[in-house]
Nanobody
Framework: VQLQASGGGLVQAGGSLGLSCAAS????????MAWFRQAPGEEREFVAG???????AYGDSVKGRFTISGDNAKNTMYLQMDSLKPEDTAVYYC???????????????????WGQGTLVTVSS
């Protein structure tokens, strides 16, 4: 399984960006996909996740500003980021767990597959 993340870039505070993550290879009809991010010198942080059953979860720092969605037919997950803040600056990684589809884990340990990361920079 391979994950390809795209859509990062530079945006001013208050602006919006959209990320996408496409999965290819031997994917599963039962899965959980998530976005994590890591800023320089910081630990990896859970951003949002979605399962094949439609369960959705958000990290506290992005709740109400970010929206996650998925397209099962395209094996693709999206993250719409609105009202961006400088503290949202980080490398964003998508992750995939193909062992189950009913829980969004906030711990990256449970995700077997990871994308290469895409940089999001929010200027003040």
């Amino acid at each position: 399984v391979q994950l390809q993340a795209s859509g990062g870039g530079l945006v001013q505070a208050g602006g919006s960006l959209g990320l996408s993550c496409a999965a290819s290879g031997r994917t599963s009809s039962s899965y959980a996909m998530a976005w994590f991010r890591q800023a320089p010198g910081e630990e990896r942080e859970f951003v949002a996740g979605i399962t094949s059953r439609g369960v959705i979860a958000y990290g506290d720092s992005v709740k109400g500003r970010f929206t996650i969605s998925g397209d099962n037919a395209k094996n693709t997950m999206y993250l719409q980021m609105d009202s961006l803040k400088p503290e949202d600056t980080a490398v964003y990684y998508c992750a995939l767990d193909t062992s189950q589809g009913h829980i969004v884990s906030r711990n990256g340990y449970y995700y077997r597959y990871w994308g290469q990361g895409t940089l999001v920079t929010v200027s003040s």
